[in-house]
């Protein structure tokens, strides 16, 4: 059986079959293109396409974010595992995951509140002008915009893609609200792979 073997063959291929399949993205600004390309490529699915949401000032504030080297802050350590290292170590940005911190565990059993909220809390006053990215936790979402409703933080940008049944579509619809640029994917679906993915669409950009 025939089949393409070149990795760079291989991902112009699908990028090109992904805007046969969607060409009214071919009309977007490059920043938004790009971002869809990769969320629609990591999922398979170009119907997922019409569920992502992006702020007009999404990418600008999110690229300026990246060549500061300010810092990126994830939910759960498998969207922070899945950020290039080559572009990390190039923009000189440093990424930050507390969810297995035990300062953060023992807080959570104290309050009752998740690890997540907990986490977003505790890294908070480091995220000044950085991009949050929340792929996994509505809980941490919620937290997120209730700071930012507070003026007690301002990130260059909010990746908000929370998957599930309980608070992950609500989490996201109050994200929308906030004044801050994002980028999110309306209803249920979502999960850490679709935020890693539009993270790395920008530090390529980048």
Not at 74 to 100: A, H
Not at 115 to 121: E, G, L, N, Q, Y
Request: aromatic share 4%; charged share 25%; with cysteine.
């Amino acid at each position: 059986m025939e089949f393409i073997k070149d990795p760079r063959a291989i991902e112009d291929t699908s990028m090109d079959i992904i805007e046969q399949c969607l060409p009214w993205i071919r009309e977007l600004p490059q920043g938004e293109r790009q971002i869809i390309r990769r969320i629609v490529h990591t999922t398979g699915d170009p119907a997922i396409a019409e569920l992502v949401k992006i702020h007009p000032d999404a990418v600008a504030s999110g690229l300026r974010a990246i060549r500061d080297g300010k810092p990126i802050f994830t939910d759960v350590q498998m969207l922070r595992s899945g950020i290039s290292p080559v572009k990390l170590e190039q923009f000189g940005i440093e990424t930050m995951c507390l969810i297995k911190d035990p300062e953060v565990a023992a807080e959570a059993k104290r309050t009752g509140k998740t690890r997540a909220m907990i986490a977003m809390a505790k890294a908070a006053p480091l995220l000044e002008g950085g991009i949050i990215a929340i792929g996994n936790a509505p809980t941490a979402l919620f937290e997120l915009c209730d700071m930012i409703r507070r003026g007690e933080l301002e990130p260059a940008l909010v990746i908000g893609t929370p998957v599930g049944f309980v608070g992950a579509k609500e989490s996201k619809e109050v994200l929308e609200e906030t004044p801050v640029p994002y980028i999110t994917i309306t209803g249920t679906r979502g999960g850490s792979t679709i935020a890693v993915a539009a993270l790395n669409a920008l530090l390529k950009l980048a």
